[in-house]
């Protein structure tokens, strides 16, 4: 969430953040009427204990008429401090609830408008041309099933629709890209780590996943867990309710865990191979740091996310998502997206997230600089997608008789393999 006294100092600026993410700006209006009627009330509540406290002293001195009158007016006020104490409660229950609904404030610098309205950054890599090379390239399904790698119908079979099996080289693939993308992430200072997939609502609630985002989200009734979306989820609450000393940040963790996701939005896209999926494993990137320092680290996650891909030698563009686009936690969002040759465009493999305070307020994790103890800012990072990533080396590596060369970075896990091979049908 954001911080109620910039709101109230710099409401204009929290009207055209709201404007931006194309959300309701009314519900800036109703929140300061809210937090006026919070802190008034609060004064009033204050004002009356007081009064209360006062008189408590006055009566056992008092005799008489004197002690009945003060008995009197202290009923009367024991009435009017309980009736304060629920208006405060209430007001401040209304502002909370009227706060959480409000997204990160965007970032200046961010394109303003809906999907399609981002600002290319970067372009890297050169795209194939098929057709100079003298073949029409197969798609992800195709290839999969040529090397036995995906098998897409018996997932249907056991599962429904956007589920699937990695069989054979899939497999090995999958556990080759991960190995590679954590020892990255482990060379850069990265502390490795397997992350629970099940949340509790408040964890879920305070990385800002149960607003715009719900819809997506897998909920266990019986339990009241949550499936989670993104590892970034159990690593944003992994330091919740604590504070952090100022000399232990930058604190940066790598996240392996599945990742579940309803794509309720999503009907009719994608619904062909393994782009789309209800589930798939995930490798994220997650920092905690100061928040003068936000900023920095987003550039060197968005860094880390394009050596990545430049060890799979894949051809990817670098775009600054708009605002309208952003998600609520986000005040900046860059994506990486590769080149996908069957489809003939750029396609999201990484996204990454400058979220400043809004989770860390949500959470109540905080950092105790000397004698100040204040919200830190904390980043998440796609470092390694499973799924899409296949799609991406299968399409972009494939040759002409239906193998697919094996980026460099990868062969010592696959055993020094250098070209998945075809199987015999």
């Given at each position: 969430?954001?911080?109620?006294?910039?709101?109230?100092e710099?409401?204009?600026?929290?009207?055209?953040?709201?404007?931006?993410?194309?959300?309701d700006?009314?519900l800036?209006d109703?929140l300061l009427?809210?937090?006026e009627?919070?802190?008034s009330?609060g004064?009033?509540?204050?004002?009356?204990?007081?009064?209360q406290k006062?008189?408590?002293?006055?009566?056992p001195?008092?005799?008489?008429d004197?002690k009945?009158e003060?008995?009197?007016?202290?009923?009367?006020?024991?009435a009017d401090v309980?009736?304060?104490?629920?208006e405060?409660?209430?007001?401040a229950?209304?502002?909370q609830?009227?706060?959480?609904?409000l997204g990160?404030?965007v970032?200046p610098?961010v394109?303003v408008g809906g999907e399609?309205d981002?600002?290319?950054l970067?372009?890297?890599g050169t795209?194939?041309?098929?057709?100079?090379?003298g073949?029409?390239?197969?798609?992800?399904?195709?290839l999969?099933?040529i090397?036995?790698a995906?098998?897409v119908?018996?997932?249907?079979?056991v599962?429904?629709?956007?589920f699937y099996?990695?069989?054979g080289?899939g497999?090995?693939?999958?556990l080759a890209?991960?190995?590679a993308?954590?020892a990255q992430a482990t060379?850069?200072g990265?502390t490795?780590?397997l992350?629970?997939?099940?949340?509790?609502?408040?964890?879920?609630?305070g990385?800002g996943?149960?607003?715009?985002?719900?819809?997506d989200?897998?909920?266990?009734d019986k339990?009241?867990?949550?499936?989670?979306g993104t590892?970034?989820?159990p690593?944003?609450?992994?330091?919740?309710d604590?504070i952090i000393?100022?000399?232990?940040?930058?604190l940066r963790?790598a996240?392996?865990?599945?990742?579940?996701?309803?794509e309720a939005g999503?009907?009719?896209?994608?619904?062909r191979?393994?782009f789309?999926?209800h589930?798939f494993?995930?490798?994220?990137m997650?920092?905690y740091?100061?928040?003068?320092?936000s900023?920095?680290e987003?550039?060197r996650?968005?860094d880390?996310e394009?050596q990545?891909?430049?060890s799979?030698e894949l051809?990817?563009r670098?775009i600054d998502?708009?605002?309208?686009d952003?998600?609520?936690?986000?005040?900046?969002?860059?994506?990486?997206?590769?080149?996908?040759?069957?489809q003939?465009?750029?396609?999201?493999l990484?996204s990454?997230?400058?979220?400043t305070?809004?989770?860390?307020?949500?959470?109540?994790?905080?950092v105790r600089?000397?004698?100040?103890?204040k919200?830190?800012a904390?980043?998440?990072?796609?470092?390694?997608?499973?799924p899409r990533t296949?799609v991406a080396i299968?399409e972009?590596?494939q040759?002409?008789?239906?193998s697919v060369?094996v980026?460099?970075v990868l062969?010592?896990?696959l055993?020094?393999?250098?070209?998945l091979?075809p199987?015999?049908?």
């Amino acid at each position: 969430m954001i911080d109620l006294r910039l709101l109230r100092e710099d409401p204009d600026r929290v009207r055209a953040s709201q404007r931006a993410r194309g959300e309701d700006v009314a519900l800036v209006d109703s929140l300061l009427s809210a937090d006026e009627r919070r802190r008034s009330s609060g004064v009033r509540f204050d004002e009356l204990r007081a009064e209360q406290k006062a008189l408590g002293k006055l009566i056992p001195k008092a005799s008489g008429d004197e002690k009945a009158e003060l008995l009197k007016k202290a009923s009367q006020l024991a009435a009017d401090v309980k009736a304060a104490d629920a208006e405060r409660d209430a007001a401040a229950a209304e502002t909370q609830e009227l706060l959480v609904q409000l997204g990160n404030l965007v970032h200046p610098d961010v394109p303003v408008g809906g999907e399609e309205d981002f600002v290319t950054l970067e372009t890297h890599g050169t795209i194939r041309d098929f057709g100079a090379e003298g073949f029409e390239p197969k798609d992800h399904l195709e290839l999969g099933q040529i090397l036995g790698a995906i098998d897409v119908e018996r997932g249907a079979k056991v599962s429904g629709s956007r589920f699937y099996f990695l069989t054979g080289v899939g497999a090995l693939l999958e556990l080759a890209l991960v190995n590679a993308a954590i020892a990255q992430a482990t060379a850069a200072g990265f502390t490795p780590m397997l992350t629970p997939a099940l949340v509790r609502p408040q964890s879920m609630a305070g990385t800002g996943f149960l607003g715009q985002a719900a819809q997506d989200v897998y909920h266990l009734d019986k339990d009241d867990l949550y499936l989670v979306g993104t590892s970034e989820v159990p690593l944003a609450a992994y330091h919740m309710d604590e504070i952090i000393d100022a000399d232990r940040l930058p604190l940066r963790y790598a996240g392996f865990s599945p990742c579940f996701r309803r794509e309720a939005g999503s009907h009719g896209k994608d619904t062909r191979g393994i782009f789309r999926v209800h589930q798939f494993d995930k490798v994220e990137m997650f920092s905690y740091v100061a928040p003068e320092d936000s900023q920095a680290e987003h550039q060197r996650l968005l860094d880390w996310e394009k050596q990545w891909l430049n060890s799979l030698e894949l051809p990817y563009r670098v775009i600054d998502v708009a605002s309208g686009d952003l998600g609520s936690s986000a005040s900046r969002k860059f994506d990486c997206e590769a080149w996908i040759p069957t489809q003939g465009k750029y396609r999201e493999l990484t996204s990454t997230s400058d979220c400043t305070e809004f989770q860390s307020r949500r959470l109540s994790i905080r950092v105790r600089d000397g004698k100040q103890v204040k919200p830190l800012a904390t980043l998440n990072g796609t470092l390694c997608a499973v799924p899409r990533t296949i799609v991406a080396i299968l399409e972009n590596h494939q040759q002409t008789d239906g193998s697919v060369r094996v980026p460099e970075v990868l062969r010592p896990y696959l055993g020094g393999r250098e070209v998945l091979e075809p199987v015999a049908k």
